[in-house]
């Protein structure tokens, strides 16, 4: 504002310099060289104090934001479930507000597990309030490894309980490890099981003149087919309702032990009662919530197991602060890196970028990272935290490669998170021991090529032909592949591809499990497990947590005193201010807007039309939960 005025100020004077000229030239050149060096000192001047304060406002919002968090005597953790709950946090910068680039609404599930530990093992916080129940979470695996953290907390002694207007189904899977349960007068549990319909594009593809080619290895490879198919196939069918079955029946039994209710009956209300439409107080009969409150009676309960007064402030301390609350572990005894590696497996950032974005594992640079660690002497284990559905073979390789780099000098453990299937399990086959949750989705071994025709749009329905000359059979295949009407024999060929992919890959395995090629391709097929069931086709070596990967690597390394390090580091907040990109473009808006629900297939089509990674290794992607 200063800065305006001032300019205001010059311009006048400028217009009575001007005003002037006519009158008196030689005068007025010599006052506006005056003013014209006072104008350019002012600026500077100006701009110095301008970035003198915003140093300092730097300063102090770095400062505040990185300060430890003192904790007062008799607090109490506020949790909130909302937004999203991924692998690690997304945090943004001091400035997203300023701005406008806004909050990112989501929750690292690493900082969750952290600040729960802090908050067990610190005195004066006496309990946990889990407010709010509609977060979204990447996967039913990380629901359950937030609540199997909550359910650890409450080994010390202190008590839970949680709040919700509305509670969304993984949320209210959660929220069952709490003393109490409390509900809104009109609020809902929106308990319903697991499963859904999926999208199938084919008929829409018929009339635009599209047909997707495919080239693939696996009968359970199922990620094609909603470009190829009307619905889903048996063999998808059979392994959705494996995978399905047993993570409900995971939750069932932990929900029903919660709730102090029998498993079987849980299981009957859920099948035979819509409980997002039920009343509050039906909810209360079948012992799904304690009771009704408004948020002024929730404030009371939480004073009254503070043994506080009605008029007394209740010390409260949100994640955030959580996180700056000093760690107890010290840094003794030896370092065990845990990597983690989750989202996508793309060949470069470019791709991720033409995918959609979103956080993704680069083949060379999480290559490079595993490399620095092999050679990293500090470094005595690795534990490799893999929570991803696959992508490119190559970059699989390229990462597997790596770690088997890592195991030649050092134990390498992974942790399975929420999934490790198809590129996920590829890039973890080589470890010397492997760790899952008993709820992550693992397997998918089987591979796919997956390119679009679009000659029936093109040349049928647009009149657009293409002619050239070529000196041998296979110059210009790429387009023959994409807008060509004969493209059989090079499909045969790209089948072949896939074939020797596919054998490699049940190759990768055999060496890294102990196994022959014959016994993985058994178990392949691309078909999805869940790792309660790989166990026992030695998939996986273990059912456990990321703690027991931990110690599982310190066992390997023969480490009696050690400390955890996470790699790779989370950007600083000026880094990721330098990067900080809109989450999406006005264009992009009007065009999801003008086609509507054909938005998504369409630009599946022009993502699989410039992907030139031709040999994928990916599962189905719909495994995140509400």
Same mark, same amino acid.
Not at 30 to 42: N, R
Not at 110 to 127: H, P
Not at 272 to 280: E, G, R, Y
Not at 516 to 541: F, T, Y
């Given at each position: 504002?200063?800065?305006?005025?001032?300019?205001?100020?010059?311009?006048?004077?400028?217009?009575?310099?001007?005003?002037?000229?006519?009158?008196?030239?030689?005068?007025?050149?010599?006052?506006?060289?005056?003013?014209?060096?006072?104008?350019?000192?002012?600026?500077?001047?100006?701009?110095?104090?301008?970035?003198?304060?915003?140093?300092?406002?730097?300063?102090?919002?770095?400062?505040?934001?990185?300060?430890?968090?003192?904790?007062?005597?008799?607090?109490?953790?506020?949790?909130?479930?909302?937004?999203?709950?991924?692998?690690?946090?997304?945090?943004?910068?001091?400035?997203?507000?300023?701005?406008?680039?806004?909050?990112?609404?989501?929750?690292?599930?690493?900082?969750?597990?952290?600040?729960?530990?802090?908050?067990?093992?610190?005195?004066?916080?006496?309990?946990?309030?889990?407010?709010?129940?509609?977060?979204?979470?990447?996967?039913?695996?990380?629901?359950?490894?937030?609540?199997?953290?909550?359910?650890?907390?409450?080994?010390?002694?202190?008590?839970?309980?949680?709040?919700?207007?509305?509670?969304?189904?993984?949320?209210?899977?959660?929220?069952?490890?709490?003393?109490?349960?409390?509900?809104?007068?009109?609020?809902?549990?929106?308990?319903?099981?697991?499963?859904?319909?999926?999208?199938?594009?084919?008929?829409?593809?018929?009339?635009?003149?599209?047909?997707?080619?495919?080239?693939?290895?696996?009968?359970?490879?199922?990620?094609?087919?909603?470009?190829?198919?009307?619905?889903?196939?048996?063999?998808?069918?059979?392994?959705?309702?494996?995978?399905?079955?047993?993570?409900?029946?995971?939750?069932?039994?932990?929900?029903?032990?919660?709730?102090?209710?029998?498993?079987?009956?849980?299981?009957?209300?859920?099948?035979?009662?819509?409980?997002?439409?039920?009343?509050?107080?039906?909810?209360?009969?079948?012992?799904?919530?304690?009771?009704?409150?408004?948020?002024?009676?929730?404030?009371?309960?939480?004073?009254?197991?503070?043994?506080?007064?009605?008029?007394?402030?209740?010390?409260?301390?949100?994640?955030?602060?959580?996180?700056?609350?000093?760690?107890?572990?010290?840094?003794?005894?030896?370092?065990?890196?845990?990597?983690?590696?989750?989202?996508?497996?793309?060949?470069?950032?470019?791709?991720?970028?033409?995918?959609?974005?979103?956080?993704?594992?680069?083949?060379?640079?999480?290559?490079?990272?595993?490399?620095?660690?092999?050679?990293?002497?500090?470094?005595?284990?690795?534990?490799?935290?893999?929570?991803?559905?696959?992508?490119?073979?190559?970059?699989?390789?390229?990462?597997?490669?790596?770690?088997?780099?890592?195991?030649?000098?050092?134990?390498?453990?992974?942790?399975?998170?929420?999934?490790?299937?198809?590129?996920?399990?590829?890039?973890?086959?080589?470890?010397?021991?492997?760790?899952?949750?008993?709820?992550?989705?693992?397997?998918?071994?089987?591979?796919?090529?997956?390119?679009?025709?679009?000659?029936?749009?093109?040349? +049928? =329905? #647009? *009149?657009?032909?293409? $002619?050239? @000359? %070529?000196?041998?059979?296979?110059?210009?295949?790429?387009? !023959?592949?994409?807008?060509?009407?004969?493209?059989?024999?090079?499909?045969?060929?790209?089948?072949?591809?896939?074939?020797?992919?596919?054998?490699?890959?049940?190759?990768?395995?055999?060496?890294?499990?102990?196994?022959?090629?014959?016994?993985?391709?058994?178990?392949?097929?691309?078909?999805?497990?869940?790792?309660?069931?790989?166990?026992?086709?030695?998939?996986? +070596? =273990? #059912? *456990?947590?990321?703690? $027991?990967? @931990? %110690?599982?690597?310190?066992?390997?390394?023969?480490?009696? !005193?050690?400390?955890?390090?996470?790699?790779?580091?989370?950007?600083?907040?000026?880094?990721?201010?330098?990067?900080?990109?809109?989450?999406?473009?006005?264009?992009?808006?009007?065009?999801?807007?003008?086609?509507?629900?054909?938005?998504?297939?369409?630009?599946?089509?022009?993502?699989?039309?410039?992907?030139?990674?031709?040999?994928?290794?990916?599962?189905?992607? +719909?495994?995140?939960?509400?």
């Amino acid at each position: 504002m200063l800065f305006f005025v001032y300019l205001l100020a010059v311009c006048k004077k400028v217009a009575i310099f001007a005003n002037c000229y006519v009158t008196n030239k030689r005068h007025f050149m010599k006052q506006f060289l005056k003013m014209t060096l006072a104008t350019i000192c002012g600026v500077v001047i100006l701009s110095l104090i301008t970035g003198l304060f915003f140093v300092i406002s730097l300063v102090g919002m770095v400062a505040s934001d990185s300060a430890a968090t003192k904790v007062k005597e008799n607090s109490v953790f506020v949790l909130k479930l909302s937004g999203s709950v991924n692998e690690r946090s997304e945090e943004g910068t001091p400035f997203d507000d300023f701005l406008g680039l806004g909050d990112t609404g989501s929750m690292g599930l690493d900082d969750l597990i952290a600040s729960i530990r802090k908050a067990k093992d610190n005195d004066d916080i006496k309990g946990i309030y889990i407010q709010g129940g509609s977060a979204g979470f990447d996967s039913p695996a990380t629901a359950q490894q937030l609540r199997d953290a909550l359910k650890d907390f409450k080994t010390s002694g202190k008590w839970i309980v949680a709040y919700a207007n509305n509670y969304s189904q993984a949320s209210y899977y959660v929220a069952t490890v709490a003393d109490k349960i409390y509900l809104n007068g009109q609020g809902s549990v929106d308990l319903r099981g697991l499963g859904g319909k999926s999208e199938y594009y084919k008929g829409l593809y018929d009339k635009l003149g599209i047909k997707y080619q495919v080239a693939k290895v696996g009968k359970y490879k199922s990620y094609v087919e909603s470009n190829t198919l009307t619905g889903m196939s048996d063999y998808d069918r059979e392994q959705r309702q494996a995978y399905l079955g047993g993570i409900w029946k995971y939750w069932l039994k932990e929900m029903a032990e919660g709730r102090k209710v029998k498993a079987d009956e849980l299981d009957k209300l859920v099948n035979d009662s819509l409980l997002a439409f039920t009343p509050a107080e039906q909810l209360i009969k079948s012992k799904l919530v304690d009771k009704v409150l408004f948020p002024e009676e929730i404030k009371a309960e939480i004073k009254n197991r503070l043994k506080l007064g009605k008029n007394d402030e209740i010390n409260q301390l949100t994640l955030s602060d959580m996180l700056n609350v000093k760690s107890k572990q010290k840094e003794n005894g030896g370092k065990i890196a845990v990597y983690y590696a989750y989202g996508s497996i793309v060949d470069s950032e470019a791709m991720n970028m033409l995918e959609g974005g979103g956080h993704c594992i680069v083949g060379k640079t999480v290559a490079d990272d595993l490399r620095k660690l092999a050679d990293d002497d500090d470094v005595k284990a690795v534990v490799f935290r893999v929570n991803s559905g696959g992508g490119s073979a190559v970059a699989s390789e390229y990462i597997r490669h790596a770690v088997k780099l890592i195991k030649a000098k050092k134990p390498v453990v992974v942790s399975m998170g929420g999934a490790a299937a198809s590129g996920g399990y590829w890039i973890s086959s080589p470890a010397n021991y492997i760790i899952a949750e008993p709820t992550t989705i693992t397997g998918s071994i089987g591979i796919f090529g997956l390119i679009p025709n679009v000659s029936g749009l093109v040349t +049928d =329905k #647009l *009149g657009i032909t293409f $002619d050239g @000359v %070529k000196t041998h059979q296979f110059a210009g295949y790429e387009t !023959e592949l994409v807008a060509g009407k004969d493209t059989q024999e090079i499909m045969r060929q790209m089948q072949n591809y896939i074939n020797r992919g596919y054998q490699n890959f049940l190759n990768v395995v055999a060496e890294g499990r102990g196994l022959k090629p014959e016994q993985v391709n058994e178990i392949g097929q691309g078909r999805v497990w869940l790792a309660s069931d790989a166990l026992g086709i030695k998939l996986v +070596d =273990k #059912l *456990g947590s990321l703690d $027991d990967a @931990v %110690k599982k690597a310190a066992e390997l390394a023969k480490l009696q !005193e050690y400390h955890t390090a996470a790699y790779p580091a989370e950007p600083g907040w000026f880094e990721k201010l330098m990067n900080k990109e809109p989450k999406g473009s006005y264009l992009d808006g009007q065009i999801r807007e003008l086609l509507g629900d054909a938005y998504l297939p369409l630009m599946q089509i022009r993502n699989d039309l410039k992907n030139n990674s031709r040999m994928q290794a990916r599962m189905l992607d +719909d495994i995140r939960v509400k």
